[in-house]
């Protein structure tokens, strides 16, 4: 649920979120903990694919300009869901959290942010 080479606005919601996932059971790291949860379930074979997406237009390859380009929709898309989960919780006000927000919007972009998606395939096994 974190993002890569936050930038310092980033980072403090990133901290926050984790101490809300600790704080109600969640687990905040959660694909670094579900290789492990499918070798339990006995499934073998397991292969995992990483697949990091820029968050913004700053790369130079134009196919991952594009992904950067939606990829930094969506995240404006979840900042705006998340309002009013982060004014209530963390006590900001509205204002401070718009503000917040575009500087992480723009932080994207300075610091080269992605997200890391992880895929995982197994084989289930037989009963």
């Known amino acids: 649920m974190y993002h890569h080479n936050p930038g310092p606005v980033q980072q403090a ?12 059971g969640v687990e905040f790291a959660l ?3 579900i290789p ?3 070798k339990t379930a006995g499934f073998t074979e397991l292969n995992t694919r990483l697949l990091d997406l820029p968050v913004g237009e700053w790369p130079s ?3 991952l300009k594009q992904f950067g380009f939606i990829n930094k929709e969506v995240q404006r898309a ?11 919780n963390w006590g900001i006000s509205s204002e401070d959290y718009d503000l917040a ?5 723009e932080e994207f972009e300075e ?10 395939t197994a084989i289930k096994p037989n009963a």
Not at 13 to 24: V, Y
Not at 101 to 105: I, M
Not at 111 to 120: A, E, I, L, N, V
């Open 78 to 88: 979840l900042l705006k869901n998340m309002k009013a989960f982060y004014i209530s």
């Open 61 to 63: 390859d134009p196919e």
């Open 13 to 24: 919601f990133d901290s926050f979120l984790k101490t809300q996932c600790d704080d109600g």
């Open 36 to 38: 492990e949860v499918i």
């Open 111 to 120: 610091y080269h942010g992605f997200t890391r998606f992880s895929c995982w």
């Open 101 to 105: 927000s575009q500087e992480v919007l």
């Open 31 to 33: 694909a670094e903990t």
